[in-house]
């Protein structure tokens, strides 16, 4: 039997690989577009001081950049060395967008930023600035392919199950690269990545202004942060609107344990903290309707039936499935080569079946409610701090338009402690994905239980721990990089001979 | 028909992106002589920031070459990456230190001082070379896997390719044959590192060195990668013929005479590279060595894995089960996703050329001493 530990901590080891990755990737999304913006600026005006300003974010872009690559090719490869079930039971459709990310953004990537790093002298104004804006469209579609790749993990289309190769097949590509989910998932983390650029680029430029220092670079940052950041911000609202609905239509479990909804039905309360609700508005967001139905935990687990006569399978009914759905796969290969029509009927009843195949692997049904505090709290922090950043830009670029912002130095230590929360709304968003989709390696098909690769505890307790160190050595280098280069300033030399 | 013909193009495809990355590995190379080559800072500085424009090129190469393994041969990057964990895991962990180590070494605040991160540098050339050549060489001499499919029905314990021994991968660099491979391709990245730097940094001192630390390093890869070739010519293969795999004496020789244009190219590859070295070495003023061996390098790698796929052979034998044993049809995806990703491996001639004219709009002028004093854009 698979050991628990085992699973524990090769998605310990995940989480770790991915929640340090999105450290990284965000503000390599947001500050690609800012200084692009400004480089742009640049070209036009054939002004030095953009280039300058310009200049300065890219060389905290570069600090940034290379951790970000290190961390994605451990992440890259873990679906391997740690999730090998995983890679051959839906290789098929899930190695593709992976590939493709190689070779269409990450080449981008590679070739343009080494033009847009030591090209300044080399090539021409507009070749350089189509470099500058190449790396972050390169970043860009590198989000789309490994977000697609998501985003079929969270609701599976475009395939089907082959028993002869034991596997997903796809059969429809655009269905996955058009994957509601993924077209949502995509905009709503690489806009988040926006606003991530966005509050750090204000959150340094204000510290300069405490410090009464570059103020017209600071300024000038401070708007074209603030247009990016405010433009970022109103987009992950709008999409994570649309993601809660895809949610509740494929997670509902997720949803159930974002809100810790016990028990659901139709005008669904929202819950702002314990004990605080909002009457229908959960229904309202989950289904744009106030009389929507939204099943809670107990209803997904117990099953129910909405008031439009939908019947939502108890788990014990969708376990019983998967037990019929495995117990068909046995019989097909026991009987492929000797009895064909025994073959027949079995996948018959397979592929009736397939559909709930991952509850095969489920031995109790409270395995199928992920932690919910680790859902519902992370769940109120991510829109919580996504409320408040937006209101602190709109204030910033309002005082700022206004030419009032250098005298509001609360102003500025709210905009420097704002990096920080950013971080900590990203990272909530990834937890809530994610925490909340267990437990899903793939939404109803295949469980982490029976993704993980066969390896001995101690091997991934081990590597583990090398990530622990070797990640967090890297982060506390890149931040102390990024101190001391933050405060010698956009003027000063910053490297030292 | 169609099936095979797409199995063997993305094995085609597969293995030109391994030869394309073991010619970038010139970065890895390189940056082994960081220290012996580079005797000042200054000289140092030139290595480092030249090799330092094209490392992402050989680490894209790298993730880009295990993303098309994954999508055209997932069962190898389930039964290898799983398995073989131990290996795969050292080789990501070099190339994650190399990755830093550019952006940090120079910068104020780093920590660790700048000789830690060229040390992490060398530790990469020399490491990553040597595991992917021994991870490569496991093509040819096996490794201890089983695969079974049926696993899948077993609702407790449902792994379908297990590893047969506790080591996961490291006993591979217990195997002289598979070190033999890493030490060619140690080797080979030193000899393309100094074809690289001779041709990319105008400075006559570093130059000269290298021109002279040049002929130990070609010998020292011809002598492995010979003594490995010899043996896995003259030595047993694993062949397929209906679904069945059986040992063949002199089967990798066999496929070199069965399949002549891979022989035609494998020679070609070879003149290619040794005219390279030869040519440089003899004419002091020769610079373009690089792009004969580095051609040559694609090449030779290219046809060493079209030996160990095409013709019939099973490209990942197990030595726990011969039956297990990948080949090119039983690991593949399916003819849907095969053919869908056919269509997308048509940008990448695009994809080159643009890495061509950046690559060229760069390298015009060459790195000299006087730049890299007079610019802030370098490590």
Not at chain 2, 272 to 296: E, N, P
Request: hydrophobic share 50%; charged share 15%; glycine share 8%.
């Amino acid at each position: 039997m698979t050991e628990a530990a085992l699973i524990d901590w090769s998605r310990a080891q995940f989480a770790l690989t991915a929640c340090y990755h999105w450290l990284f990737v965000p503000l390599t999304l947001g500050l690609a577009v800012i200084m692009a913006v400004m480089e742009s600026v640049y070209v036009v005006r054939k002004d030095e001081f953009w280039k300058k300003t310009a200049r300065f974010w890219q060389k905290i872009f570069g600090i940034n950049f290379a951790v970000g690559i290190a961390t994605g090719i451990i992440l890259e490869f873990e679906f391997g060395t740690n999730w090998s079930n995983y890679s051959w039971f839906v290789g098929d459709i899930f190695g593709a967008p992976l590939a493709i990310e190689g070779i269409l953004a990450f080449f981008m990537e590679a070739t343009f930023v080494a033009v847009m790093f030591f090209g300044w002298d080399k090539v021409s104004k507009r070749f350089h600035l189509a470099s500058t804006w190449l790396t972050g469209i390169g970043a860009s579609i590198s989000a789309l392919w490994i977000l697609v790749a998501n985003g079929w993990m969270q609701h599976p289309v475009g395939m089907e199950f082959n028993p002869d190769t034991v596997r997903h097949e796809m059969t429809d590509f655009w269905a996955v690269v058009t994957n509601p989910v993924a077209v949502t998932k995509f905009f709503h983390s690489v806009l988040s990545g926006w606003m991530t650029g966005a509050v750090f680029v204000i959150g340094v430029s204000c510290w300069y202004l405490l410090r009464k220092r570059e103020q017209r670079f600071a300024r000038t940052s401070i708007r074209v942060a603030s247009i990016v950041g405010i433009v970022g911000a109103l987009a992950v609202m709008f999409t994570g609107d649309s993601s809660a609905v895809h949610v509740a239509k494929y997670q509902p479990m997720k949803l159930a344990a974002a809100e810790g909804l016990e028990n659901g039905g139709t005008r669904a309360p929202f819950s702002i903290v314990p004990g605080i609700e909002i009457p229908g508005m959960l229904s309202i967001l989950a289904t744009h309707d106030i009389d929507g139905y939204v099943p809670g935990i107990n209803d997904l687990l117990d099953g129910y039936v909405t008031p439009e006569g939908v019947v939502g399978l108890s788990a014990e009914a969708r376990k019983e499935r998967g037990d019929i759905a495995l117990d068909a796969f046995r019989a097909y290969r026991e009987n492929r080569d000797s009895d064909p029509q025994a073959a027949a009927e079995a996948r018959k009843v397979l592929e009736e079946n397939v559909e709930y195949f991952g509850y095969g692997y489920i031995r109790d049904k409270e395995e199928l409610v992920p932690p919910v505090g680790m859902v519902y709290w992370p769940f109120r922090l991510m829109v919580g701090l996504g409320c408040f950043l937006l209101l602190m830009m709109a204030v910033v670029l309002w005082l700022e338009l206004k030419g009032r912002i250098v005298k509001h130095r609360w102003l500025h230590w709210v905009a420097v402690f704002s990096i920080p929360l950013v971080y900590i709304a990203g990272q909530c968003g990834w937890i809530v994905a994610e925490v909340g989709r267990q437990p899903w390696a793939i939404q109803d098909l295949l469980p982490v239980s029976a993704a993980v690769s066969s390896l001995s505890v101690g091997s991934v307790i081990t590597t583990f721990c090398i990530f622990v160190a070797v990640f967090t050595l890297f982060l506390a280098i890149e931040i102390r990089i990024m101190l001391k280069a933050i405060a010698k300033g956009p003027q000063a030399e910053e490297q030292t001979r | 028909m169609e099936y095979t013909f797409l199995q063997q193009y993305w094995w085609f495809i597969v293995s030109l992106l391994g030869g394309l990355l073991v010619f970038l590995m010139f970065v890895q190379g390189a940056n082994t002589m960081i220290f012996p080559i580079g005797r000042t800072e200054e000289e140092r500085s030139l290595i480092v920031n030249s090799t330092g424009r094209k490392w992402e090129f050989t680490f894209t190469t790298l993730v880009t070459f295990g993303g098309a393994f994954f999508a055209s041969f997932p069962l190898f990057y389930s039964t290898s990456f799983g398995g073989a964990y131990w290996l795969w895991v050292l080789i990501l962990i070099s190339f994650v230190f190399q990755a830093v180590s550019y952006e940090f070494q120079t910068r104020a605040g780093n920590i660790l001082g700048r000789n830690t991160f060229r040390v992490f540098l060398v530790i990469n050339g020399y490491l990553g070379p040597f595991l992917i050549g021994t991870a490569v060489a496991t093509f040819f001499t096996g490794a201890d896997f089983l695969v079974d499919k049926n696993a899948i029905g077993d609702g407790l314990s449902p792994v379908i390719s297990r590893w047969g021994n506790g080591w996961h991968g490291l006993e591979a660099v217990a195997d002289i044959w598979n070190v033999f491979l890493g030490l060619a391709v140690v080797f080979l990245a030193q000899v393309l590192g100094s074809l690289y730097m001779i041709n990319n940094i105008d400075d006559r001192t570093l130059s000269g060195r290298l021109r002279k630390s040049l002929p130990v390093s070609a010998v020292l890869f011809l002598v492995f990668f010979l003594t490995f070739m010899v043996r896995i010519l003259t030595g047993q293969g694993y062949a397929v013929a209906d679904g069945k795999v059986f040992l063949e004496p002199f089967k990798y020789w066999h496929n070199l005479v069965q399949m002549p244009v891979v022989l035609a190219v494998f020679l070609i590859a070879v003149v290619a590279v040794l005219y390279g070295i030869i040519k440089t070495v003899v004419c002091s003023g020769y610079r373009k060595g690089i792009w004969w061996t580095g051609a040559g390098t694609v090449l030779a790698v290219l046809s060493v894995f079209l030996l160990a796929g095409y013709n019939g052979t099973a490209y990942y034998p197990s030595t726990a089960d011969m039956q297990c044993s990948l080949t090119i049809a039983n690991s593949c995806s399916s003819l849907f996703t095969l053919k869908t990703m056919t269509y997308v491996s048509f940008i990448i001639p695009f994809v080159l050329a643009y890495i061509a004219y950046a690559w060229w709009s760069m390298d015009r002028r060459k790195i000299t001493g006087k730049e890299l004093a007079a610019t802030d854009d370098k490590y």
